[in-house]
């Protein structure tokens, strides 16, 4: 199961880092990612983490701005997120997979969402 953590309002400009806390361990989850999903929109992918390699995927609209990263022995990935913008706003969701891959269908455990919105 996972929880996620640290939404909330902020101003464009501003910063917030979401956490998502497994109750599990999270040693045998290779891929863990965050995901958003924006009124009317689809849900897109913002970040990934590899557990074996640390290796980390971020799509160009978030890249240079996001970062992602894992803390094994607390169970948690973690979403910084800086330089926010109105386009930001959304629903996010982190997730897992046994696979460090960019196949979104892989990722089949979901924690329940934390709103993020940005104002002008």
Do not use: H
């Not at 501003?14 to 109750?23: M, N, T, W």
């Not at 390699?53 to 971020?58: A, D, K, Q, R, V």
């Not at 609209?61 to 706003?89: C, H, P, W």
């Amino acid at each position: 199961q996972l929880q996620a953590f640290g939404g909330g309002l902020v101003q464009a400009g501003g910063s917030l880092r979401l956490s998502c806390v497994a109750s599990g361990s999270i040693r045998s989850i290779n891929g863990m990612a965050w995901y958003r999903q924006a009124p009317g929109k689809e849900r897109e992918s913002v970040a990934r983490i590899a557990g074996s390699s640390g290796s980390t995927y971020y799509p160009d609209s978030v890249e240079g701005r996001f970062t992602i990263s894992r803390d094994n022995a607390k169970n948690t990935v973690y979403l910084q997120m800086n330089s926010l913008k109105t386009e930001d706003t959304g629903v996010y969701y982190c997730a897992a997979s046994r696979f460090y891959t960019a196949n979104n269908s892989q990722y089949v455990y979901w924690g329940q969402g934390t709103q993020v919105t940005v104002s002008s």
